[in-house]
């Protein structure tokens, strides 16, 4: 297994994620089948895999529980196991001091490895910056304890909400969980991300790392993009190869689904093989391929004349990222903003197109963006039915 050093421990490059744990036939998000977990914690343990990542709201829940269960049966200094805070939910009070107890309990553990705020982003900042929680200063004083060992955060935001957290929260993190693969490498500025955290010197930890599946399977044209270089390898394998050395990256999280992914993944981390300059120019082109996209280079010019005053470089990167996968965590960003800077307040009068270098229909982006959020659920409604099972469960077990 390739390994990395952090703060003296060796840690698997592979993680094993927790968000998408097998199934019992026919079953909803809580119906974990737990055999089969068993099963592959079992394969996972005895190749080096022995990193474990869930949260509150993953399975509805009964991740926690589940993988608490399953890790038991092993010494509890032989795996590590991560756990999240989950302040990104929209609840009316937060409770940081019931919630961190409730997780130790489910997971039957007295302290967590690594602990992570749970998707700082747009929406979600304030409530961790909050003094009427004590969110931050919670954890802080929960590691200063060593119930965390290591204490986090994971991100969906863009750059500006990551520098805000990080010029507050900066000398408090160890470590920060990002998405990052070839396709958001430029799609959502990764890139960037990336380096903001060398600058900071906080190792980075990778989630979708094949963007929930977009990439585990390419059109004709695109493997035939990547055929020549190398034989035999998977879209999944070129992926998680184009991370293997980026600089910083230190875990590399695959919520595996049942034994095949597991020993596939296994495979490919046997052994470090990087990718040279062509094979990442080519998977670049791949990236450039899928994304469908407005080709906005966010200069800005489209700024000075729009009557409305929206940000729409924002808007269409949001835009770009839902042609890719139509999912809250896209949309989610755009729902802290007051109703005015929406894109429904554009009028259509075109006038930033016309200042527009790369010559983008950006009013017909925008409706068709409108479109678009009119047919996923937004991030509100789906964190309220989140807190309602979980409260449910936790109710059920009293
Ligand atoms: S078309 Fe929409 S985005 Fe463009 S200037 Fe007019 S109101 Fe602003
Ligand atoms: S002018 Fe065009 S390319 Fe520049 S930010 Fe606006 S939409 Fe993007």
């Known amino acids: 297994m390739v390994t990395r050093n952090f703060q003296g421990k060796t840690l698997p490059l592979l993680g094993f ?21 068993e099963e592959m914690v079992k394969v996972a343990m005895e190749a080096g895999v022995n990193y474990f990542d869930t949260a509150y709201p993953y399975h509805a829940g009964e991740s926690e529980n589940v993988m608490g269960r399953v890790l038991s049966k092993y010494p509890r200094e032989s795996f590590y196991l991560a756990d999240k805070y989950p302040g990104h939910q929209i609840v009316d009070e937060y409770r940081p001091a019931e919630v961190f107890e409730d997780q130790l309990k489910k997971c039957g553990v007295e302290y967590f490895d690594f602990y992570l705020l749970h998707n700082v982003f747009e929406n979600s900042i304030h409530t961790y910056n909050d003094p009427r929680w004590g969110i931050m200063e919670y954890f802080i004083e929960q590691k200063k304890k ?33 998405q990052l693969n070839y396709l958001d490498w430029t799609l959502q500025n990764a890139a960037a991300k990336v380096q903001l ?9 990778v989630m979708e790392p094949i963007r929930g599946g977009r990439i585990a399977t390419l059109s004709p044209q695109n493997t035939a993009l990547l055929s020549p270089f190398r034989k035999d390898v998977t879209p999944v394998e070129w992926s998680f190869r184009f991370l293997q050395d980026i600089e910083g990256v230190a875990m590399i999280l695959s919520g595996m689904s049942n034994m095949e992914q597991l020993k596939q993944n296994i495979d490919v981390f046997k052994e470090e093989k990087p990718l040279n300059e062509e094979e990442k120019k080519a998977l670049f082109q791949v990236a450039e391929n899928l994304k ?30 839902l042609q890719v996968a139509k999912s809250y ?45 009119s047919e996923i659920p937004s991030w509100a409604e789906i964190s ?13 077990k009293k």
């Not at 500006?160 to 957290?165: G, L, N, S, T, Y």
């Not at 307040?345 to 963006?369: E, R, T, Y």
């Open 384 to 396: 309220k039915e989140r807190a309602i099972i979980a409260e449910k469960a936790r109710n059920e």
């Open 146 to 178: 060593g119930r965390i060992r290591h204490l986090g955060f994971s991100t969906h935001g863009g750059l500006p909400i990551m520098k805000e957290f990080l010029d507050k929260w900066g000398e408090h993190m160890e470590f920060c969980q990002i």
């Open 17 to 37: 994620g927790c968000m998408r744990l097998p199934l019992l036939p026919g079953g909803k998000a809580g119906d974990i089948d737990e055999k089969s977990v």
């Open 329 to 373: 965590n896209a949309s989610m960003r755009l729902e802290f903003l007051p109703e005015e800077k929406k894109p429904s307040a554009c009028i259509g009068c075109g006038l930033c197109s016309k200042n527009c270098p790369q010559k983008i229909d950006i009013p017909k982006a925008l409706k068709k963006l409108c479109g678009i959020l």
């Open 292 to 321: 469908n996209s407005v080709p906005c280079t966010g200069c800005g010019y489209c700024l000075k004349d729009c009557p409305k005053g929206l940000d729409i470089p924002n808007l269409l990167s949001i835009y770009n990222d």
């Open 197 to 205: 955290l060398r600058e900071h010197n906080i190792p980075i930890w």
